[in-house]
């Protein structure tokens, strides 16, 4: 690991200017994706700034009887929070599907959005990788992409976004809500957080230098039927191949959300429109582009059947 300098963040507003003055900086909360980058060393940054200390650990019901996330919450107090267990269960399972015990204990908010791709050759720093290094190329390409993604792809990146918690957001129409450095707020959508790859692979999410997550807005709640279904490679502590977020209500519609397929949290309203007509509609629209490599194609077929069994799930719940 590269030496840095450190401090603890006094507020939001002073974390994301002290950002903003070292470009070689970083926020650090829970650290359980950062800290493992910045021992292979494909995380440089010359200055941390903690976080941890500046009380955005509240879940909190808002005036518009949604529910206001902390940057800072846990995953696992997210996880089991009663409010989300009742009013956003799909939130509350895909926080349980996600990585370990262990490291929901230590992950937050803010941080599991952030989290950086698994693909392999990211973390290859003897193999070429246009996320790592800008313009160096894309080894998964021509290389072990069983894994990576078959929407919103480019030319120089197919990397999916790891994150589980992110899809049931995305599917609940989640607000980010930030500070940035001249102490101005914003509340970004879901659907505009995360970026596809385009030829900027490098950049995850539209937050601008300096910025800094400040808390997660939940509508109010849906209501209806919730079902997080995630397919992997292992039962446990593995990232998704292909993941489901789903809410059906009682008239038959329905809205869908889907994991390991894209670069970002993917949903298209097309699909949801098919939602009445059934599994095999949804699929088509949700895979409506999709480009594959003969590794990852098997990813299609999946998705359609994942969709089956949840569309099962829930005739089996009615
Ligand atoms: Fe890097 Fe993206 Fe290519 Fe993976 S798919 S090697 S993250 S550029």
Redesign the pocket.
Same mark, same amino acid.
């Given at each position: 690991m590269k030496a840095f300098t450190y401090e603890r963040a006094k507020s939001p507003a002073q974390a994301a200017a002290a950002a903003a003055s070292n470009p070689a900086s970083k926020f650090i909360a829970g650290g359980t994706n950062l800290l493992d980058l910045m021992k292979l060393q494909i995380e440089t940054p010359t200055h941390l700034i903690d976080v941890n200390h500046l009380g955005l650990d509240e879940v909190a019901t808002t005036k518009d009887g949604g529910l206001r996330i902390g940057a800072l919450v846990r995953n696992t107090d997210l996880a089991a929070h009663k409010l989300v267990r009742r009013d956003y269960a799909v939130l509350s399972r895909a926080l349980l599907s996600g990585a370990s015990g262990q490291l929901r204990n230590k992950a937050t908010t803010a941080g599991n959005l952030l989290q950086r791709?698994r693909? +392999?050759?990211?973390y290859?720093t003897t193999?070429?990788?246009?996320?790592?290094k800008p313009g160096?190329?894309?080894?998964?390409?021509s290389?072990y992409?069983r894994n990576?993604?078959i929407l919103g792809?480019s030319a120089?990146?197919?990397?999916t976004h790891p994150s589980d918690m992110a899809v049931a957001m995305r599917l609940l129409d989640a607000t980010v809500e930030t500070v940035s450095p001249d102490g101005s707020t914003r509340a970004i959508p879901m659907a505009d957080f995360h970026r596809l +790859?385009g030829n900027t692979?490098?950049i995850d999410t539209n937050l601008a230098a300096g910025e800094f997550i400040t808390s997660v807005v939940l509508p109010k709640p849906l209501g209806g039927t919730h079902f997080y279904r995630k397919v992997r490679d292992r039962a446990s502590y593995a990232f998704a191949v292909v993941s489901v977020a789903a809410v059906f209500d009682a008239s038959g519609g329905g809205r869908f959300a889907f994991g390991g397929l894209a670069?970002k949290p993917w949903r298209i309203e097309t699909a949801d429109a098919a939602a009445s007509q059934g599994p095999t509609a949804v699929a088509e629209a949700a895979l409506a582009g999709a480009k594959t490599t003969p590794q990852n194609a098997y990813k299609v077929d999946l998705t359609r059947r994942t969709l089956a069994s949840t569309f099962a799930q829930k005739g089996a719940a009615a």
């Open positions: 791709t693909c +392999p050759y990211f290859d193999k070429p990788c246009n996320k790592r160096a190329g894309c080894a998964a390409l290389g992409n990576l993604a792809t120089d990146c197919i990397a +790859p692979p490098h670069h």
